[in-house]
């Protein structure tokens, strides 16, 4: 994850930089073109110079002040952090117009040009002009992302009343074993979330409101914006990808219904129906790797359990083992203050954010992590992630600020996972994590598994979260008509349905962080798409053959280069060139995703093949 920033601003946050400004090619005579009234390059040229010094210095006090609550959650550190961010938005108020005025000026130089079309999507939450409603936004924004994260459920009366927290809700879902406690837990965490409607309505005519200030038709469009192409196209590209994963997403459905049907009994999960959603051992559906034990398809089989051998290892030796992957492509270490500043475990005496994220807090490659490692292979895939992150703000360090971001916001998500696809048995075993490895054609299908119900499974839960949002902003669905067009969505793309009837005041998006804390989220779809794709790429420039997921880059310094070069350009081109430059191509493509997952595919192919696929129903 990025850093947590306040939930109005999409800040790209965790950047790297030197205090370089860019370059204006300034020529001599200005304001010539006073009498046509539009911007002179001039202007905007000395905007964007000056943009770069200002926001950079709001940017380093925010990420300051952010460090500082997250690390040590006091009133003092909130009150601080809660005046930064209010200069941040007031600045971006007053400069997020003028960049959109001065970016229609004639004759600028493309990275210019760039710098102010960027400037004008740096917050994800646009605000009106008029500074009380702008303070209602504000307000309105915090308020919902308070009342998610103490969210709690709440059962019995007086000293028997018993509350529970999301965190001890998914737990009940994760154990996967209680129809009825699991039903329980996951209508109770979405009774936190009906009061968040009515604010919700209000937020997106507000932001709606700012989106209109700066150009856009909505919030909705803002977002599609962001990635080099109209927002029109950026919709139909999601669906294009979409499309070429869903034959193999039907296959795992298929099959992880038949073996929900065989353990709850057919006359609780319809055969051709939707999944109820409660037992997917995720409170979203999201991710199913908690039914694993109910799916591996051979059990017995060496597993990727490394925990009794990662039981001894300390913090900095997992951070070091993550470090080791990026180094041994012949990568950069990290710089000494790394070590130093970063926060690798939870204190004893202090309350911090334990949630996992890496920054650069000064920007002049001031990387962190900060996270309360343990030591379990979750743990040590996720170092990786961060450090995937740390890696890019490392390699763009000397770029404008605005420039310091990733390609689009899927490729800063998808390097850490590119390399976490290397993390291979044989590499475990190289580590002396696991003792035998099997490349037995079992051994194979069980990790193959593992992996898909991670992140083939989350693949339409990405797809449809900001379809839903789009559909929100722009309108074409009302309130009163949201949460049934959530459930739809969920039906049509995942397969997922509701497993009671939603009361007339539901609102489940709302039990989604990501909803109430206003974080947008194709970034997710778009990075589990490019991980195999970026993954392909460095294998082929490795000298790997052979099948896809045998592939590690580990080692390969040609795959590090090509890698590096990527990771340099930041934001500065558009992301076909930053793809261009790692895969030899301009286009995002799952065709490598649907290679790795081959035997996969065989295998499912072969179970469901006198089963009934596909779903019929869709909710709402
Ligand atoms: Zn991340």
Not at 27 to 38: E, F, L, T, V
Not at 274 to 280: K, M, N, R, Y
Not at 294 to 301: A, D, I, N, S
Request: hydrophobic share 40%; aromatic share 10%.
């Amino acid at each position: 994850m990025r850093p947590a920033l306040l939930p109005l601003l999409l800040v790209i946050g965790c950047a790297g930089g030197t205090p370089e400004t860019p370059a204006p090619k300034t020529p001599a005579a200005a304001g010539k073109d006073a009498a046509s009234a539009g911007p002179s390059a001039d202007e905007a040229r000395a905007f964007a110079k000056t943009v770069d010094t200002e926001l950079r210095a709001l940017w380093v006090a925010q990420a300051t002040a952010a460090w500082a609550y997250e690390t040590d959650i006091t009133d003092e550190h909130e009150a601080a952090l809660v005046a930064v961010d209010e200069k941040l938005m007031a600045w971006l108020t007053v400069n997020i117009p003028k960049a959109a005025k001065l970016s229609k000026a004639k004759g600028l130089e493309p990275d210019i040009q760039r710098q102010l079309d960027l400037l004008t999507r740096a917050t994800s939450l646009p605000a009106p002009a008029d500074p009380d409603r702008r303070k209602k936004l504000a307000e309105i924004s915090a308020k919902l992302s308070g009342m998610y994260g103490k969210g709690k459920y709440c059962t019995g009366e007086g000293d028997a009343q018993v509350c529970r927290d999301l965190g001890e809700l998914s737990e009940v879902l994760a154990k996967a074993e209680d129809w009825d406690a699991q039903l329980d837990a996951w209508q109770g965490w979405r009774t936190v979330s009906p009061a968040m409607k009515p604010m919700y309505e209000e937020f997106v005519a507000l932001g709606n409101e700012g989106a209109k200030t700066i150009g856009y038709d909505d919030v909705g469009v803002l977002w599609r914006s962001g990635y080099d192409m109209s927002p029109v196209e950026a919709e139909a590209e999601t669906e294009r990808l979409w499309m070429q994963v869903k034959p193999l997403y039907e296959q795992l459905h298929c099959h992880v219904r038949a073996k929900l049907v065989e353990k709850y009994g057919a006359d609780k999960i319809a055969a051709d129906g939707l999944i109820p959603a409660h037992v997917t051992g995720n409170m979203w559906a999201q991710s199913w790797e908690n039914l694993y034990p109910m799916l591996e398809p051979y059990p017995g089989q060496p597993d990727l359990d490394v925990s009794k051998a990662l039981a001894d290892w300390d913090a900095k030796k997992i951070v070091r083992t993550g470090e080791s992957f990026f180094t041994s492509m012949g990568m950069d270490p990290m710089p000494a203050t790394f070590w130093d500043r970063s926060m690798f475990e939870k204190p004893e005496d202090k309350e911090v954010v334990c949630h996992a994220s890496a920054w650069d807090v000064q920007l002049n490659d001031d990387q962190r992590i900060k996270m309360c490692i343990k030591p379990t292979l979750d743990d040590l895939v996720t170092i990786h992630h961060e450090l995937g992150h740390n890696y890019y703000n490392h390699y763009y360090t000397s770029l404008p600020v605005l420039f310091q971001a990733g390609a689009h916001d899927g490729f800063h998500e998808g390097i850490g996972d590119t390399l976490v696809l290397s993390v291979t048995p044989t590499y475990l075993h190289k580590l002396g994590l696991l003792e035998e490895v099997s490349e037995s054609d079992e051994a194979v299908l069980n990790k193959q598994m593992l992996d898909a119900l991670q992140k083939l499974a989350f693949l339409p839960f990405g797809r449809m979260i900001d379809q839903w949002r789009w559909d929100v902003f722009s309108g074409k669905v009302k309130p009163d008509q949201w949460n049934a067009h959530w459930w739809k969505l969920r039906g049509q793309y995942q397969g997922v349905g509701a497993p009671m009837d939603r009361p007339a005041d539901a609102f489940d998006p709302g039990a989604k962080y990501h909803i109430p804390a206003n974080t947008p989220y194709l970034r997710y779809f778009y990075s589990h798409v490019l991980q195999f794709q970026f993954h392909d790429a460095l294998c082929k420039a490795s000298g790997h053959t052979g099948p896809l997921h045998t592939c590690s880059i580990h080692g390969s310094k040609e795959a590090g280069k090509r890698l590096s070069t990527m990771l340099a350009m930041g934001a500065s081109k558009p992301w076909p060139d930053a793809l261009d430059a790692v895969a030899g191509t301009r286009t995002m493509d799952a065709t490598a995703m649907m290679t790795y997952f081959q035997p996969l595919m065989g295998w499912l192919k072969e179970q469901n093949k006198d089963r009934q696929c596909g779903w019929t129903k869709t909710g709402g």
